[in-house]
């Protein structure tokens, strides 16, 4: 089979495409033939090996998983012995980076908890699009308490994969939605029903005197103070990306203890990959209450262009690697 391999931490022109043997499934596990992916920030983090936490994970010198890749969509080929969920020919989709990614290749062998099926209204680059940033926008959302119709969201960091899910899901809800990001995204945003838009290069949110109810930050790397003035008493701080230095100390250490004098309510959010979760985002899709924004499709052979374009962090939603046809 064809896969893009990385043996050394670096910039995209590390990745190779190789010629490797296909994987066989364990008995609790599916092989899939995978017909689109995509990269998220995590494939990225992985790329370069920065910041150094990342290396804990995923090996201290070079990296200990070849290929990357965590969201995945495509056919099961086969399946293990003690496999109950699905058959040969099942569509389905999933976040395998628990698994230890390998979605940028022709197959994958993974455990079954981490698929669902796919709805046949979902195309294989759509459903590839879905199950980290869908999983992350919905958990997010309910961090500590779930967003309320007529509370105020924003989302910092709005226009990548993330935020056009939260964004959908809230004004489905009925909440008022503040997107914060590049100028040149926002009528992507406003054609997603955002209600206010910001421009972090013009303006810095957490100085405005503005207070939300929640807020919802995909690429968090100010100061716990800030994010503490931009919320109403009793809202809600949900970090589900950014700066992994001192912003990660003080929420890991600082804030839990802090937490207990105030009633904002602030932190990382943790992150679980389930079959109910990636069914929900089948059902809200086939409801029409959310859709993922894809941005472009590169074919597999391009994956290094792909992560350059990602580099850039002008992409609008997710950037599709295109598999199988």
Not at 19 to 29: R, T, V
Not at 249 to 276: A, H
Request: with cysteine; glycine share 12%.
């Amino acid at each position: 089979m064809k896969a893009i391999v990385y043996t050394k931490y670096g910039k995209p022109d590390v990745l190779q495409l190789k010629e490797l043997d296909k994987p066989a499934p364990k008995k609790n596990e599916v092989l899939v033939k995978v017909y689109a992916s995509s990269i998220n920030s995590w494939d990225w983090d992985m790329l370069k090996g920065k910041p150094f936490l990342v290396r804990l994970i995923g090996g201290l010198f070079k990296p200990k998983n070849k290929i990357l890749g965590a969201d995945i969509a495509g056919v099961v080929e086969s399946i293990g012995e003690e496999t109950k969920d699905f058959k040969p020919g099942d569509e389905v989709f999933g976040d395998i980076a628990g698994a230890g990614f390998g979605g940028f290749a022709e197959y994958v062998a993974v455990p079954e908890k981490l698929l669902a099926k796919k709805s046949a209204k979902m195309s294989f680059q759509q459903a590839a699009a879905l199950p980290q940033a869908g999983l992350l926008a919905m958990q997010g959302l309910r961090y500590k308490k779930p967003l309320q119709a007529g509370q105020h969201l924003l989302i910092n960091g709005a226009g990548g994969g993330v935020g056009p899910i939260a964004l959908q899901y809230a004004k489905s809800i009925g909440a008022y939605v503040t997107c914060v990001d590049k100028k040149e995204k926002f009528e992507m945003l406003r054609s997603l029903g955002a209600d206010e838009l910001v421009d972090y290069r013009e303006t810095d949110y957490t100085k405005t005197g503005k207070q939300y109810d929640y807020i919802l930050d995909v690429i968090a790397h100010k100061r716990n103070a800030d994010y503490k003035r931009a919320l109403k008493p009793g809202g809600v701080f949900a970090m589900i990306g950014g700066s992994m230095g001192g912003l990660l100390l003080q929420m890991m250490v600082l804030q839990p203890f802090l937490s207990k004098f105030r009633k904002r309510k602030m932190g990382i959010m943790g992150y679980r990959v389930s079959c109910e979760g990636l069914n929900e985002l089948s059902t809200l899709f086939e409801q029409g209450k959310i859709a993922p924004v894809i941005d472009k499709v590169f074919p597999l052979e391009e994956t290094p262009e792909a992560f350059q374009y990602f580099s850039q962090g002008n992409f609008r939603g997710k950037v599709i690697i295109s598999i199988a046809k």
